[in-house]
């Protein structure tokens, strides 16, 4: 089991950064795969970033180029750095984690989620 806490949401203006978050309980944070899912309003929840056991990293689309997802194991945590942001990343942005990701792009496959974090980008 792992419960994941994010942090670091807030309100920036387009062209600015941000810096989520994840801080995740447990001894075995290592053996986690983790992601970054976000959910815009009125819009299905959808994949923005993952980092697994090996650093291996996988973006979305829309946010390659200026999304970076990281991790450090030492302190069981997970980041995910947004540059350039645009009023389309409006979202709240949700951290999962689970043993084994197959394909780190559908939610299905992480156990365990956060409770989010909301990220507003104004124009």
């Known amino acids: 089991q792992v419960q994941l806490v994010e942090s670091g949401g807030g309100l920036v203006q387009a062209g600015g950064s941000l810096r989520l978050s994840c801080a995740a309980s447990?001894?075995?944070?290592?053996?986690?795969?983790m992601g970054w899912f976000r959910q815009g309003p009125g819009k299905e929840r959808e994949f923005v970033a993952a980092?697994?056991?090996?650093?291996?990293?996988f973006y979305a689309d829309s946010v390659k180029g200026r999304f970076t997802i990281s991790r450090d194991d030492a302190k069981n945590m997970a980041y995910l750095q947004m540059n350039s942001l645009k009023p389309e990343d409006t979202a709240v942005y949700y951290c999962?984690?689970?043993?084994?990701?197959?394909?780190?792009?559908?939610?299905?496959?992480?156990?365990?989620w956060g409770q989010g974090t909301q990220v507003t980008v104004s124009s």
């Open positions: 447990g001894r075995t944070f290592s053996s986690y795969d």
């Open positions: 980092i697994r056991r090996s650093v291996t990293t």
């Open positions: 999962a984690a689970s043993n084994l990701v197959l394909f780190a792009a559908l939610e299905g496959q992480y156990a365990y």
